[in-house]
């Protein structure tokens, strides 16, 4: 099926672990983001790509590290999980140029950093 | 720079009730503004966008938005709550020129609907 996947769904982890968090789209979407939510905070944007190998950095990217080697893929890093990385994570995809919305978002992926 | 804000954190309604969830932006230019819903441990669905064309945006279930340039304003309303609306109701805002497309959320509307 057509859409954003991401894996796993559910993770905990242990203060200074690492992990990546894996997000795929088979819409051939070149803009791609991460974002994180937090209770009362809305969704706030970690890294971004537009393109195969490029990246940039959206509000929050303290603590993560994001690559981009095929138009698929675009997985979330966390070098040395600390708890304050506990959150649901949401990857979203959109179509080249299609700035006014077409955004498909992923189910997400709940990280518990104990 | 670009931001959202929603007025209430959360909105009490009866079912059958009218709902109206608050939202005002900031956008250095014309603005594209989203409303998207969650529903307990879901994703995120697409309600509705106003992307520059009729002020008053109709979506998905019932609900539609009407975007104020004068007030900045992008109020969510529908005429009768019904108990599957409740969830959490989140306003975005995107600036076409300067963010690239980027999405900026609001702190999200958490709606109750009582029987």
């Known amino acids: 099926n057509a859409g954003v996947t991401q894996t796993p769904k559910f993770q905990v982890l242990k203060t200074g672990q690492s992990m990546t968090l894996q997000c795929a789209q088979d819409?051939?979407?070149?803009?791609m983001s991460w974002y994180r939510q937090d209770p009362g905070m809305g969704l706030r944007l970690i890294h971004y790509s537009v393109g195969a190998g490029i990246t940039d950095q959206g509000e929050v990217p303290n603590g993560y590290n994001v690559s981009r080697s095929t138009t698929e893929d675009f997985p979330l890093r966390l070098l040395s999980a600390a708890p304050s990385q506990t959150s649901v994570y949401f990857c979203?995809?959109?179509?080249?140029?299609?700035?006014?919305?077409?955004?498909?978002f992923g189910s997400g992926t709940r990280l518990t950093v104990v | 720079a670009q931001s959202v804000t929603q007025l209430d954190s959360h909105v009490s309604v009866s079912e059958g009730t009218p709902v109206l969830l608050r939202c005002n932006y900031s956008s250095s230019y014309s603005p594209s503004l989203f409303w998207y819903v969650q529903h307990p441990n879901k994703g995120l669905q697409l309600l509705l966008k106003?992307?520059?064309?009729?002020?008053l945006v109709k979506g998905i279930n019932g609900f539609e938005a009407e975007f104020k340039k004068s007030e900045t304003s992008f109020h969510l309303t529908k005429p009768s709550a019904h108990m599957s609306d409740a969830a959490e109701y989140f306003c975005?805002?995107?600036?076409?020129?300067?963010?690239?497309?980027?999405?900026?959320f609001g702190q999200g509307t958490i709606l109750t609907v009582h029987p």
């Open positions: 975005v805002v995107s600036d076409r020129v300067t963010s690239y497309g980027k999405l900026t």
């Open positions: 979203a995809s959109r179509p080249p140029g299609n700035f006014e919305g077409g955004y498909t």
């Open positions: 106003y992307t520059s064309a009729a002020t």
């Open positions: 819409m051939n979407h070149e803009y």
